[in-house]
Every structure is written in structure tokens, then in C-alpha cells.
Nanobody, 112 residues
């Protein structure tokens, strides 16, 4: 069983930056995706970015050019560097492994 723990959320002004990190325990297959999702109040959870070995990284259109996903395969961690943050990026961000395992979520709030 894979367990995921996120960290790094917080409050930031528009235009600022945050780095989210996700640590995993248990066996993590390099060829399975690790991803970041987010859920804003009143909205459905949406995929933000994903990464897996030997595949192009995926980014949602809304975050392209501003967010960067990185994965340390040896350590079983995945990070999300978020730059030029906008108020509409405000959401709870969740780490995901293989479309099955979820972290508890971390709040990101961007003030205008």
C-alpha cells in the first residue's frame, strides 16, 4: 500500500511562488504516474500535472508555463513548483499515485 504525504502549501500573494512536495512510502513503480490534482471550492477535482518514466510530462492548460512538476524516482517523491500564482490557483492540492492512492491534501491560497 502506497501512502502519500504532501507539504508546502500556504498563503501567498498573486504573482508569488510556492513549492509543493509529496513523499511516498511503499513500493512505487517508476512507470506509473505520480501527479498533482487540485480542487477549488464548489468545483470538481482536476488534474494539474503528472509525470512518469519515459513519458512526456503533462500540464493542464491553465498552468502551462507557470508550474513545473519534478520527480525523484529513487526517493519516491514528487514536487510541484508553482510560479506566477493567480487567485484562481487557490485550491486544495492533492498528490496522487497511479490514479489510485491519494494524499491528504494541502491548501494553497493566493490573495489578490
Amino acid at each position: 500500500q502506497v501512502e502519500l504525504v504532501e507539504s508546502g502549501g500556504g498563503l501567498v500573494q498573486a504573482g508569488g511562488s510556492l513549492m509543493l512536495s509529496c513523499a511516498s512510502t511503499g513500493f512505487v513503480d517508476y512507470y506509473s504516474a505520480m501527479a498533482w490534482y487540485r480542487q477549488a471550492p464548489g468545483k470538481q477535482r482536476e488534474l494539474v500535472a503528472s509525470v512518469r518514466l519515459r513519458s512526456p510530462k503533462y500540464y493542464a492548460e491553465a498552468v502551462k508555463g507557470r508550474f513545473t512538476i519534478s520527480r525523484d524516482y529513487a526517493k519516491g517523491t514528487v514536487s510541484l513548483e508553482m510560479n506566477s500564482l493567480k487567485p484562481e490557483d487557490t485550491a486544495v492540492y492533492y498528490c496522487n499515485y497511479n490514479n489510485v492512492n491519494w494524499g491528504q491534501g494541502t491548501q494553497v491560497t493566493v490573495s489578490s
